[in-house]
Structures are given as C-alpha cells and as structure tokens.
C-alpha cells in the first residue's frame, strides 16, 4: 500500500501501563503502540505505524507520551482526538490532543527532553492510594545521600554502566540535563530529563539511587561507576512500578 | 463494658474512598471507621469507637487521615500497624503509622489545620490514568480568575452560604487559614486549610470556584456571597470525587 504522506499527525497520549506489554507492538502481545494502531483503522482505514517519543517498558504509565503518524485524508484536530479516544474504548488509553505537524516532524527525533518520575512510597505499609503508581520501599531511605547522588549523574558521559545488557545503542553517550530528588513525608519523587535515554537507563539509574539512599553505594563511587563503563558496578533496575513518562518537550 | 483507659493510640490513615460510605459508621452502610473498628476487634478483641479528625464523605480519599481510640492492652506502636493492617485484609484502607498519646488527645478536636486537596482534570478527553483521583472538567477553567477568588474566602468568616442544607454546626464561623489554586498543564489542584471546615464546605467552595473559572460567578461576587448567608448563592456542591484529605496537623 502506497501512502501519501499528506498529513503529519502529532498526539499527545495518556495511559495507565499496567495491562500492557510496553509502548512497543510486538507479535501476540497487548502493547500501548499495536492498540492506537487497531483505533486508527478502525477511525480512518489506514495500516500505519504510530512513532513514538518514548519505549516506555511494560508497567511504565505516561502522562504525556508523544507519538506521530502519516494519513493521506483530512481531519481536524477535534475529529481526531474524539475518533481515536471512541475507538480505544475501554483500553486505559487516552489522546489528549491531536495536532497536524510539518512533514519532517518526528515524535522521537525532533524530542529535545523527555522527563520521566519515579514516585516511591518509602514507609512500612504498601500504599492502597498510590499502589498501581509507585515503587514500595520499606526501609528508610536517605534522600540527603541521594541528592549528593544525583548531581554526579547531571551531564555529559558514557553511560555504558547505566544500560542494560541487550541496549542496542551504538554510541551509548547521553547527556542526562536535570535529575532530581525530593521528599514529600513518605513519598520520594525522583525525576530524569535527557533528550535520550539508552535502554533501562532511568531504571538503573533509579535502582543505584535506591542503593545509594539504602547505604549500599556512596555519592562518591557514582564518578567511579560511570568511568569503569561495567553495568555489574551500578545498582540493580528498578522494577517498571512506580514509573511514568511525564512530558515530551519539542 | 467499662473501658479503661490506659492506652490512647493516634493512628495515621491512608484510604482510597471509592469503596466506602465515607469515614464515619453508619447501618448497613461500609464505612472505613466500621472496618477499622472491626480490625481492632481482632487485633484485640476490643469493642471501641475510633474517632476520626475527618469526616470525610462517600468517595473521599486520604492520604493522612488521623483517628484515635483507646485500649486497656500494652502493645507496641510497630505491632499495632502490622496487626491492624493484617487484619484489614484486602480492605484498601492501610494503618501509616501508629502513637501512644496522652490520655487527652482527640483526633477531631485537638487538631490544629486540616488540609483537603482537590485534584481536576480539565481538558476533554477523561483521564486513564488519574481517573479515580479526579474530578473531569471540560472547558477550560480560567485559572487566574479563580485566583482571584480563592483570595476572597480565606479569613474568619460566617461561611453560611458554604454549608450543606443538613449542616448540623451549631456555629457557622470559620476560619479558612489557607487555599491555593495551581495549575500544571491540565491538571489543576485546589487546596483548602483549616482548623475544621462546615459540612460539605470544601466542596461547595471548590464547586464556587470552578463556575468563578466558567465565568459563571464573579471574583468581586464572593464576598456579596458570603455577606449573603444565602447557600442558594454559591455553586453548586462540587462531586467527591478528586477530594483527598491530604494531612492533619497537631
């Protein structure tokens, strides 16, 4: 099928991870991009790829993914956002806006920072409001020590260390532009911003943290992790749980 | 049964509301004061009356909401979480944290600033992801007009026009301590402190304040609202939902 590349369609997507295999289709599995998909034939009859900013992984919520596609009709903002959200249903899946871009726009290429939050409940008992949307931690973790912590992540580095073994990123240098921590009673949110991500990197980022505020690993060792470019010396991945895709910024 | 009172245990609350008729007993009804009541019977085998700082209704959540009661047993505060946290099951209502107190401390009464906190979704497609915790508005509300009018209702007041038909105080006068309105892209939160608030007083305040960003009510009409002591004056009773009590200070 030829497709005329008339219009350029930019969505801002809402979703709760949980029932999915991640944002990426993948053959028999139940994921965020294959669903948006199945709702725009239904809408408008077109086979077309759904491009998105983030791969958020299965469980990962976002409250402002971005994603584009091509059709060859037309359809205002209004018409696509109602069509889309009917045909989604009842998957935990919502446009929160639709917008026609120029043509060379790319939800993933034309991203200049992506944010993404962890939120941890740190206290004994699991949270009953905050479960599906947070990490538990049960001992008491040291948000001081994390802070000292997140700062020598800021910047420009070989973050070999920080992805997981099958990252298939050629050049696995990123420039991690904010992170921060902060505390709020029991709950701790942390928070990355880098154009790009290697794969699992906010994840192991935010399980070396976990160490960190756990007295597992010193603030003084994160300088020494990133040079030995060894994911064995960071912190385990954080479980998907607890994190979401906050915003795309263009 | 005669009740020694040995021991007044303050416990801290978290509780997703939508399962319950509100916090306070009533027949037939599951209310979270009449599950944690039954937890403390197993736990212990007393028949007592936990009295909460908040009454909050049908749908409301808490993330610190704070009780007391008293029993003529010793335990500790550790095994008074995990008893009455195990023995709450699958209810989702979960025991933060429990104290010893003095024999003269009253959750309701000895409270020195309750804090509530509205959470509404305003765009037009509902949310997946905060569906549970928010109240959905569709035009967009004017957020600094609202501002504008929050201004207004803090201070002593006779707060009449913002009370239920069935408020059973006998005195109308309060004193809103502190409010807020701040908007984050399309989420907007509004929060209310005080010392006690009138039945139902955050929510015809907060339902005042979304006509305020409808351009239904004017910034200058709160003051002639309150003057007034004419309920039928303010906006409507804004719906449970998206309320959360959010802390209790003593």
Same mark, same amino acid.
């Given at each position: 099928?030829?497709?005329?590349?008339?219009?350029?369609?930019?969505?801002?997507?809402?979703?709760?991870?949980?029932?999915?295999?991640?944002?990426?289709?993948? @053959?028999?599995?139940?994921?965020?991009?294959?669903?948006?998909?199945?709702?725009?034939?239904?809408?408008?009859?077109?086979?077309?790829?759904?491009? =998105?900013?983030?791969?958020?992984?299965?469980?990962?919520?976002?409250?402002?993914?971005?994603?584009?596609?091509?059709?060859?009709?037309?359809?205002?903002?209004?018409? &696509?956002?109602?069509?889309?959200?009917?045909?989604?249903?009842?998957?935990?899946?919502?446009?929160?806006?639709?917008?026609?871009?120029?043509? @060379? %726009?790319?939800? /993933? %290429?034309? +991203?200049?920072?992506?944010?993404? /939050?962890?939120? &941890?409940?740190? /206290?004994?008992?699991?949270?009953?409001?905050?479960?599906?949307?947070?990490?538990?931690?049960?001992?008491?973790? $040291?948000?001081?020590?994390?802070?000292? +912590?997140?700062?020598?992540?800021?910047?420009?580095?070989?973050?070999?260390?920080?992805?997981?073994?099958?990252?298939?990123?050629?050049?696995?240098?990123?420039?991690?532009?904010?992170?921060?921590?902060?505390? $709020?009673?029991?709950? &701790?949110?942390?928070? %990355?911003?880098?154009?790009? %991500?290697?794969?699992?990197?906010? /994840?192991?980022? +935010?399980?070396?943290?976990?160490?960190?505020?756990? $007295?597992?690993?010193?603030?003084?060792?994160?300088?020494?992790?990133?040079?030995?470019?060894?994911?064995?010396?960071?912190?385990?991945?954080?479980?998907?749980? =607890?994190?979401?895709?906050?915003?795309?910024?263009?």
């Amino acid at each position: 099928m030829q497709l005329l590349k008339t219009n350029n369609i930019k969505l801002t997507i809402e979703y709760n991870g949980l029932p999915y295999s991640g944002w990426q289709s993948q @053959k028999n599995e139940k994921t965020i991009q294959s669903e948006i998909e199945k709702a725009i034939f239904k809408f408008c009859g077109h086979q077309t790829v759904v491009q =998105g900013a983030g791969r958020t992984d299965a469980g990962v919520h976002a409250l402002g993914q971005c994603a584009n596609f091509f059709i060859d009709k037309k359809y205002s903002e209004y018409q &696509i956002v109602n069509g889309l959200n009917f045909h989604l249903g009842s998957e935990k899946i919502r446009i929160v806006s639709a917008q026609i871009v120029e043509e @060379k %726009f790319d939800s /993933r %290429f034309s +991203a200049k920072i992506k944010t993404y /939050r962890y939120q &941890i409940v740190n /206290r004994t008992s699991p949270s009953v409001l905050l479960s599906d949307f947070s990490l538990h931690i049960r001992p008491e973790l $040291n948000v001081d020590i994390m802070q000292d +912590a997140i700062m020598k992540l800021i910047g420009k580095y070989d973050f070999s260390s920080f992805r997981a073994r099958d990252c298939q990123a050629k050049n696995p240098i990123r420039t991690l532009e904010d992170a921060e921590i902060k505390r $709020n009673n029991q709950i &701790i949110h942390i928070s %990355f911003s880098a154009k790009s %991500f290697l794969y699992q990197q906010i /994840r192991i980022m +935010a399980g070396t943290l976990i160490e960190v505020g756990l $007295n597992k690993i010193k603030p003084q060792d994160i300088p020494k992790i990133i040079d030995s470019r060894n994911r064995s010396l960071a912190g385990p991945t954080a479980p998907a749980r =607890g994190l979401t895709l906050v915003k795309i910024e263009y």
